[in-house]
């Protein structure tokens, strides 16, 4: 006598049909997602904008102050303030332009992270209702199949 293999084709194929997926669930996390890469790229290229500009500011002004301090000058003693007030210029360029930075990276800092709360609260809304969704599917498939017997 030769023992068979069981075909559970079948089986397989009843209880796959009882408990039926839902793709819209997954469909919402994809467009939740994508929406959520847009917004912080969105930030990101706009801080990336702001520091080059400032970045290009900065070194035009560093440019234009370089300029005067490379003028010929009249007095020995002049060539000795140029250098001077083009030190004390370029400390308080620094300061104000790493502010500026600082500023920026703060406004993105900030809007990161209202993204990630407002995203963590659309995932776990999405979240709930996919889950009460599958419950209800679930218990109305044990349901069915209990009356079916």
């Not at 502010?99 to 990276?105: S, T």
Request: no cysteine; aromatic share 4%.
């Amino acid at each position: 006598m030769a023992a068979t293999t069981p075909d559970f084709t079948a089986v397989l194929k009843d209880m796959m049909g009882a408990f039926p997926v839902d793709t819209k669930a997954f469909d919402d996390a994809v467009k939740t997602q994508s929406a959520l890469s847009e917004k912080l790229s969105a930030v990101s290229i706009t801080a990336a904008e702001k520091s080059t500009e400032l970045s290009a500011k900065w070194a035009q002004d560093t440019l234009a102050k370089v300029t005067e301090l490379s003028k010929a000058k009249a007095e020995p003693a002049d060539y000795a303030k140029s250098v001077t007030d083009f030190a004390s210029a370029s400390a308080e360029a620094a300061a104000e332009h790493m502010a500026a930075f600082a500023e920026i990276a703060k406004k993105v800092q900030t809007e990161t992270l209202e993204l990630m709360m407002a995203a963590g609260k659309d995932a776990s809304e999405d979240m709930t209702a996919a889950a009460k969704k599958a419950t209800a599917d679930v218990t109305a498939a044990a349901k069915k199949a209990a009356t079916a017997k």
